[in-house]
């Protein structure tokens, strides 16, 4: 069941902070919803616990949009949640009451794909399946890959260092992020968009932002490395008696073959 502001005991707070939510309005035109224009996907993540409908909504289209709302919340003591595709399971970007739900799935397009340097860049609420389907057009490969490929966001990827289906040898998101653009909770522009694989100039800041769940800052973009495409991929079902040989299999065929890029375990 969803709780919805209306429905609190404390509901009196949404008239306390209506002029505050009419102020947004007034700075980020065609970027609010409100009150019943708020529709339930809003209330709750994955995880459907404790759904909560949030009185507003502001969905950015660009960066400064981010950056006004973070700047005015913070001036105005606001609590703000961040949301992506909506695909974690721990309650992450579920709003809690009085909280100004920031959902970045305005904020989505690629903003550049550069064959030389073989990088993809891409705004936050871009779902991640779009970012795989241009790489390979380019003839290229994005190697983070997880079953919510189509919904979850690459925001989200990088916000919770996603690990994925192929973490054995590409590693986490972490490892494949050169450069992101953030926005701090007082609404400053913190740029680091770099493209190149060695980078050894001063503090690496986006690693600060990687995996930080939105607690230090907003990612808005990202720079993503990218691979050739594969040649053949080849796939095997083993089985096995003990766990002992299966963890001795893993470590043989990571000797013998040129990569093992994802090895997954089942058991009855």
């Known amino acids: 069941m969803i709780k919805r502001w209306y ?3 404390q509901r009196v707070n949404y008239f306390m902070l209506d002029k505050h939510y009419r102020e947004i309005e007034n700075l980020l035109p065609n970027c609010v919803l409100l009150g019943d224009a708020v529709s339930d996907r ?13 009185a507003i909504v502001v969905r950015p289209k660009r960066l400064e949009d981010v950056s006004t709302l973070l700047g005015y919340c913070n001036d105005n003591a606001l609590s703000v949640v961040t949301q992506g595709g909506l695909t974690g399971l721990s309650g992450g970007a579920t709003p809690q009451q ?16 550069d064959q030389q340097s073989m990088t993809l860049s891409a705004l936050a ?19 983070l890959d997880l079953g919510a490929r189509g919904s979850c966001t690459i925001g989200g990827n990088v916000a919770t260092n ?6 054995l040898y590409y590693g986490m998101t972490r490892a494949l992020v050169l450069g992101l653009t953030a926005v701090t909770a007082d609404g400053t522009v913190v740029r680091s968009m770099n493209k190149m694989l060695k980078n050894n100039a001063g503090y690496d800041i986006k690693q600060l932002f990687i995996g930080s769940e ?17 040649v053949s991929k080849k796939s095997a079902l083993c089985a096995f008696s003990n766990f002992d ?3 001795k299999f893993l470590h043989a065929m990571q000797r013998r073959l040129p ?3 994802a090895f997954e375990l089942m058991w009855s």
Not at 43 to 54: C, G, L, T
Not at 214 to 230: D, F, S
């Open 245 to 247: 040989d299966v963890v």
């Open 98 to 113: 009085d909280e100004i739900v920031l959902s970045l799935e305005l904020l989505s397009g690629i903003t550049e794909l």
């Open 214 to 230: 939105g607690t230090l800052g907003v990612v808005t973009e990202v720079v993503l490395r990218l691979y050739p495409q594969a």
């Open 7 to 9: 429905e609190s005991e």
């Open 125 to 143: 609420g871009t779902p991640l399946s779009v970012l795989q389907e241009a790489a390979q057009a380019a003839g290229f490969y994005l190697p």
């Open 162 to 167: 996603a690990g994925g289906n192929q973490v």
């Open 259 to 261: 990569k093992v890029t």
């Open 42 to 54: 809003y209330a709750v993540d994955w995880s459907a616990e404790h759904a909560y409908q949030p």
